[in-house]
């Protein structure tokens, strides 16, 4: 694949991961990418590296554009290893380049994985002249990694965002218009509920710096460059951030939709049972609701769904005393995530003991869901009678 174009001597210059399917425990069925770019003037900035193993594709692409030993400056705007991972590898290419990073988290990041190397650390507002271009740096500190800065070009108006509106999409294609739209904001959405969710107060100063400036591309480090549909990715970043930020935070206002999830796993089909009696008394009551079976659907998935609802159940059965295994797994995943403002409540079947629902419950508080109800515990196999008393208990509770 050859360097892309973004602006005349500006150039995508990255890596395409068409084989990824796990980052950091979600799923990547769509592959990824690691967006390297270069910019070339007086002087030369190549703008972030790629992961380890694509460090020589790299490095061919650079070298189809400039010869490597006029690269001036390594710009990294993260040190995670799929962004800075080729660092060692590039700078024995680029003898004569200096690592332009964030002061202080960035050099010491850097220093940490990779020894020494000549850096220069730059503060946020601080600016690098390539000649006709200028580099403005702005900090964004937890979005997400101390480290993390974005770097702007004013004169081609273009915004290297770092990891902020990325996603894992592998394409041969580089823009957002000539891609299915479609899918690419569905990877948007699932890479915001899966590694920004947590950030909200960080994207909320993300979305302030954005709306100062004259942007044309948004180039993130992974995915798509943003040309055509910067409106609607930058809309969508403030409206997911709604959920877990104050109403004034945002250009609109409007209550969270009513979108309810039901999480379940189920032994023997009874919690199953229970999952289906409460999905219809969300459907009773007109709320658009998701069920969530655990025994096929992953985890990063479902993050993707909780990102816009407000209502949240999730059941288990007792094994062992304990909740199942996977429904286990998925709640600790989910208060890592820390999403914000949902309800819900706990609910599940059992044999003799039953522990899994308090433990279930506890666990939703712990992610600081909010209970609409005690927890929904139900002894062996439920009948008719009994699914349409849990089935109208969701219908008309107080939400």
């Known amino acids: 694949m050859r360097p892309v174009v973004l602006k005349p001597d500006v150039y995508w210059a990255g890596a395409v991961d068409w084989k990824l399917r796990n980052f950091h425990g979600y799923t990547t069925n ?8 270069l ?27 400039i010869p490597l030993e006029k690269v ?22 680029i003898p004569n380049a200096r690592v332009v990073c964030s002061v202080p988290q960035g050099v010491k990041g850097l220093t940490a994985h990779y020894g020494d190397y000549p850096y220069q650390g730059v503060k946020a507002g601080d600016s690098l002249s390539l000649g ?26 273009i915004l290297f ?19 299915p739209l479609g899918e690419v904001m569905q990877e948007a959405a699932k890479y915001y509920a899966n590694i920004v969710m947590p950030f909200h107060s960080q994207v909320k100063g993300a979305l302030k710096a954005a709306a100062g400036l004259d942007i044309d591309v948004i180039a993130p480090s992974h995915g798509v460059m943003w040309r055509s ?14 959920f877990s930020q104050e109403p004034d935070a945002l250009r609109f206002e409007k209550e969270s939709p009513e979108t309810a999830v039901v999480v379940y796993q189920s032994m023997w089909r009874s919690t199953e049972k229970i999952a289906y009696a409460i999905a ?41 005393n304990n909740m199942l295994p996977d429904v286990a797994a998925f709640l600790t995943y989910m208060r890592g995530l820390a999403p914000k403002g949902r309800k819900g409540f706990a609910f599940g079947s059992y044999g003799w003991s039953g522990q899994s629902v308090a433990q ?14 005690e927890k929904m515990r139900l002894q062996y196999i439920p009948d008719g009678a009994m699914l349409s008393i849990i089935s109208g208990q969701v219908e008309n509770m107080k939400l």
């Open 72 to 93: 001036d400056y390594l710009i990294c705007n993260h040190v995670e290893m799929d962004h800075s991972g080729s660092l060692p590898e590039v700078m024995k290419r």
């Open 360 to 373: 279930v419950e506890e666990m939703l508080t712990a992610c600081g869901v909010e209970l609409l109800c």
């Open 30 to 37: 769509r592959g990824a990418t690691y967006n390297a770019y």
């Open 161 to 179: 965002s770092n990891d902020a509106f990325g996603q894992h999409y592998a394409s041969s294609k580089r823009f957002d218009d000539e891609v």
């Open 132 to 157: 006709k271009r200028t580099l403005t740096f702005v900090h964004t500190p937890m979005l997400h990694w101390p480290d993390n800065m974005v770097s702007y070009c004013p004169e081609e108006k």
């Open 280 to 320: 219809d008394g969300f459907i009773s009551r007109g709320i658009p609701t998701k069920l969530r079976d655990l025994d096929v659907c992953h985890r990063s998935d479902i993050m993707t769904d909780i990102l816009e609802a407000k209502y949240i159940a999730v059941g288990s059965p007792t094994l062992n």
């Open 229 to 242: 549909s910067i409106e609607r990715i930058v809309d969508a970043y403030a409206h997911w951030s709604f």
């Open 39 to 65: 910019i070339v003037d007086e002087k030369t900035a190549l703008i972030d590296t790629v992961k380890a193993p694509f460090a020589q594709e790299l490095l061919e692409r650079v070298e189809q554009i």
